[in-house]
């Protein structure tokens, strides 16, 4: 079945630096992929959503890109704040018929330093 | 706009007692998911119910029961709770139960065993 490996597991920047966030997951037919953010002490929050066909996806501060040929899946915060700091995870919808199987990342935490 | 709630948000048992986690959504959604969210492992599916009266496993669904007793709420039961146990529980929901919706998240459950 589908595998999702993400990384890096911790990653601290300063403001206004770069951050990003990547994940490799196995299944060709993987057709959906989702960004979530988890603040502390709180549940995720869904970040970006991005279908298979489009490679670059940009959203308020950062930008998603997939690569399809790699099976590669990334994050890419361009300034970063502090409050960008959380714990943030991919997640992927493989192919195969099987109902409500996302497959989650392990999790980044990020942490921007002021 | 709607909440999940969760109940309650710090659960502490003992070795080998019966511990149940509780699920309330106020979005009208179909789809009501359990997942455990252990450090540095990302999050994996317990159960999922796309309806009322509904159950379907998940990828960790030894060592647990489910019940879907009506649309807006779903319900965990650790049926043995392992001794130094220590995980956040997180109930989500969807619309739809394609694995290609946003998912809606409570803030967890912490659950520590004595």
């Known amino acids: 079945g589908e595998q999702v490996e993400q990384r890096p597991p911790h990653l601290s920047v300063r403001e206004g630096d770069s951050a990003v966030i990547i994940c490799t997951y196995t299944d060709p037919n993987s057709y959906y992929f989702f960004w979530y953010k988890q603040e502390p002490g709180a549940g995720l929050q869904l970040l970006m959503k991005?279908?298979?066909?489009?490679e670059i996806n940009e959203g308020q501060g950062f930008t998603v890109l997939l690569n399809k040929k790699d099976k590669q899946l990334s994050l890419n915060l361009t300034a970063a704040h502090p409050g960008d700091s959380a714990v943030y995870f991919c997640a992927v919808r493989g192919g195969g018929s099987a109902l409500g199987r996302l497959h989650f990342g392990a999790g980044t935490q990020l942490i921007v330093i002021p | 706009g709607g909440i999940i709630t969760q109940t309650p948000k710090f659960l502490i048992g003992q070795e080998g007692q019966k511990l149940t986690l509780k699920c309330q959504q106020n979005?009208?959604?179909?789809?009501m998911y359990w997942y455990r969210q252990d450090s540095g492992k990302g999050l994996r599916l317990i159960y999922y119910?796309?309806?009322?009266?509904?159950?379907q496993k998940g990828d960790l669904s030894e060592g647990y029961d489910a019940s879907r007793e009506k649309k807006s709420s779903f319900s965990l039961t650790v049926t043995s709770a392992q001794k130094n146990e220590m995980a956040v529980f997180l109930c989500?929901?969807?619309?739809?139960?394609?694995?290609?919706?946003?998912?809606?998240f409570g803030h967890g459950t912490k659950l520590s065993v004595l």
């Open positions: 979005f009208n959604h179909d789809t």
């Open positions: 119910s796309i309806t009322e009266n509904d159950l």
């Open positions: 989500a929901s969807s619309i739809g139960g394609q694995g290609i919706e946003r998912l809606f």
């Open positions: 991005v279908f298979s066909s489009t």
